[in-house]
């Protein structure tokens, strides 16, 4: 046997010892009630704030590779963690634990003409994978929110994490060490390669669903590689509509605040388009505020119009997540064509219109198809911690099952429990 071959097979049986061990940590946590998962969601956020000099030392070797390699400051910003982020970080923890428990949550019920009770009851999901990339904070959002939803999780992050996240895991797993909810419902899967990967994406079986959080080429390749059923989370190529019945302060500030503050994450605003009849009142005021900002404009001829240094738009830059301080930026002529561009080139992430006309809003909320509408609000909101889920382990763009921000209530299924009387049919 070579040694590729003898590495892959050693690889192979590394994971199915973690896979295994992860089902049956799900089969033991799955019908723990509320308090005992609550109370082990509590001792992580404790450990996690106790031994912060340990996690941020681990995050600084992982920075420093970052830097060596050249990786873009977007996805540094997202990689590091400070004590102030992981103290937040426990208090996302804290606040998922706060949150009522899904699981044994009654979702219908009735009783048939022949007396059977039936009721249709949310129970875990069992083992989910997490695929993600960069953000280590992923780590523990995604196990608090498994945990409290009675599943077991596997975590597959970047390799450009390996530190933060071995860390992180390592704390969970030592504070589940003294609680009812077994260590083994929170795993690393082994190994950094691509080989890792493709071990979660076959473990049909094992591994009951898939959710791959990152850019579009992880996601397509989960979607299209996989045997196990994924959730599609999507890239956030987000718009902001500037109607002709907008009022020009809250549309200004309501743009610099979806692009600017946090441009690397997949809420912020990539797109922004204006009504050829508020034009003329936005569009300078616009272009200075996003300027004072440090943000490239790349906009069409009429956009170049109202600055010198605007840069041409390309057909890539309207369908660009930029992830950065750019924008693409086009006059339409209504909000129908408003509606035409966001089909075209969006990613059915989330949608911004900014309007005084109740009449545009609800015109706009009906035609756009997209995970999430905003009106009069910023694309940033667009979070399962602002929606009041707590941390949230994604944002779906799929249509199947969840849509938006995945809380709890998307990390579990249903089941039928029916009740007779010695009923035969």
């Known amino acids: 046997m070579g040694d590729d071959t003898f590495q892959q097979a050693q690889e192979r049986a590394d994971f199915l010892r973690v896979a295994n061990r992860a089902k049956e940590a799900a089969a033991t946590l799955a019908p723990l009630p509320r308090a005992a998962k609550d109370a082990a969601l509590q001792r992580i956020a404790e450990v996690l704030v106790a031994r912060v000099p340990e996690i941020v030392k681990a995050n600084e070797r992982d920075v420093a590779r970052a830097r060596e390699t050249g990786t873009a400051e977007y996805m540094i910003d997202r990689l590091s963690l400070s004590e102030q982020r992981i103290v937040a970080i426990a208090d996302a923890v804290r606040t998922v634990a706060a949150l009522p428990d899904p699981v044994g949550e009654v979702v219908r019920g009735y009783t048939l003409p022949n007396a059977l009770e039936v009721r249709q009851v949310r129970v875990p999901l069992g083992v989910i994978g997490i695929i993600y990339e960069g953000r280590p904070n992923v780590t523990v959002d995604a196990a608090a929110l498994t945990l409290k939803s009675g599943n077991a999780v596997l975590l597959r992050g970047s390799s450009s994490a390996y530190d933060s996240n071995s860390a992180l895991v390592e704390i969970m797993q030592d504070a589940l060490g003294g609680t009812e909810v077994p260590a083994d419902a929170v795993q690393l899967v082994p190994g950094r390669g691509r080989d890792s990967v493709k071990q979660l994406m076959r473990a049909r079986g094992l591994v009951d669903v898939l959710i791959p959080r990152g850019g579009a080429s992880l996601i397509n390749s989960v979607v299209e590689e996989s045997t196990v059923p994924v959730i ?17 302060d809250m549309a200004v500030d309501l743009l610099i605040n979806a692009k600017t503050q946090r441009p690397s994450v997949c809420n912020a605003a990539e797109t922004v388009l204006v009504h050829r009849d508020l034009a003329e009142a936005f569009l300078p005021r616009a272009l200075s505020a996003l300027r004072d900002k440090g943000v490239t404009v790349h906009g069409d001829p009429t956009v170049q119009s109202y600055g010198s240094d605007v840069v041409g738009a390309t057909e890539e830059d309207y369908f660009a997540e930029y992830l950065s301080l750019d924008i693409a930026a086009a006059v339409v002529d209504s909000l129908e064509d408003a509606v ?11 949608e911004a219109i900014v309007t005084t006309s109740q009449q545009a809003a609800r015109r706009f909320v009906a035609l756009v198809d997209s995970a999430v509408v ?29 849509r938006g921000p ?10 039928y429990v029916v009740t007779g009387e010695g009923h035969l049919r």
Do not use: W
Request: proline share 1%.
């Open 374 to 402: 905003m009106v009069n609000a910023s694309t940033r909101f667009t979070d399962g911690e602002e929606f009041g889920f707590g941390a949230e382990i994604g944002i779906s763009t799929q249509k199947l099952h969840a």
């Open 232 to 248: 599609e989370t999507g890239v956030g190529n987000c718009s902001v509509y500037v109607d002709a019945a907008a009022d020009l």
């Open 406 to 415: 995945m809380g709890l209530p998307e990390l579990t299924s249903t089941k």
């Open 340 to 350: 035409a561009h966001i089909r075209k080139y969006g990613s059915g992430h989330t």
